[in-house]
């Protein structure tokens, strides 16, 4: 089981689940470029290269097949992963992603864009700002899967976000309706329900990988 964490994150947003799934699988938590120990690297700072990025470590490290569980951006890493690799991807697992920037509440996309455009302004004086602008640009500007995508997509999938998510309801149905016979969960809590309210996560996730 392989585990993405979401933006400006690290892997160990994902304790709860280490803890919880290594007793029945092999879990790896990676950050992913640019994030917690990951250099940023020369290459394209995009989802679209983080999916390839998973591609070229599961290579590395021998695995042919995993459980794909992305929480936000990683959640649309996954998706993008999925698409190219389908033969990689035993389970997918997505927790609060978005296949367009519009499936984000206006009042947390808002602030986000005008933070990004500010920093267009700002981001040349430090690397600090810089590399905010970065990330901010992942959540501004990317993803973009189209439905026609995700309908090719064959691998059994669970779709779950939180009741007061920050990825809309019915964009996270969107999702789930567009997937063949995936499976939708929404529980208790918001963006983060795999850290707030992990024992109800862990649940949805473990009746759904057994």
Same mark, same amino acid.
């Given at each position: 089981m392989i585990l993405l964490h979401g933006n400006g994150e690290e892997h160990g947003y994902f304790r709860h689940q280490m803890e919880c799934f290594s007793k029945s699988h092999r879990v790896i938590a990676i950050d992913t470029r640019g994030h /917690? &120990?990951? !250099? $940023?690297? *020369? &290459? *394209?700072?995009?989802?679209? %290269?983080?999916? %390839?990025?998973?591609?070229?470590? $599961?290579? *590395? $490290?021998?695995? *042919? &097949?995993?459980?794909? =569980? /992305?929480f936000s951006d990683g959640a649309n890493i996954a998706m993008e992963f999925a698409l190219a690799h389908r033969d990689k991807v035993s389970k997918l697992i997505l927790n609060g992603g #978005?296949?367009? !920037?519009? /499936?984000? &509440?206006?009042?947390?996309?808002?602030p986000t864009v005008l933070e990004y455009w500010w920093l267009n302004v700002l981001g040349i004086f430090t690397d600090r700002m810089r590399q905010r602008k970065m990330l901010l640009r992942l959540m501004v500007k990317e993803p973009?899967?189209?439905?026609? %995508?995700?309908?090719?997509? #064959?691998? !059994?999938? =669970?779709?779950?976000? /939180?009741? #007061?998510? $920050?990825i809309r309801e019915s964009h996270t149905k969107y999702i789930a309706s567009s997937i063949p016979n995936s499976v939708l969960k929404i529980i208790p809590g918001d963006h983060f329900v795999a850290a707030k309210n992990p024992l109800c996560f862990n649940e949805a996730v473990k009746s759904f990988i057994i």
């Open positions: /917690g &120990k990951s !250099p $940023m690297g *020369e &290459k *394209e700072f995009s989802i679209r %290269q983080f999916a %390839q990025d998973l591609d070229d470590f $599961m290579v *590395e $490290m021998g695995l *042919e &097949k995993a459980i794909i =569980l /992305g #978005n296949i367009e !920037p519009c /499936g984000v &509440k206006a009042i947390y996309q808002i973009h899967i189209t439905p026609t %995508q995700l309908a090719t997509l #064959n691998m !059994p999938t =669970l779709v779950i976000a /939180g009741t #007061n998510d $920050m």
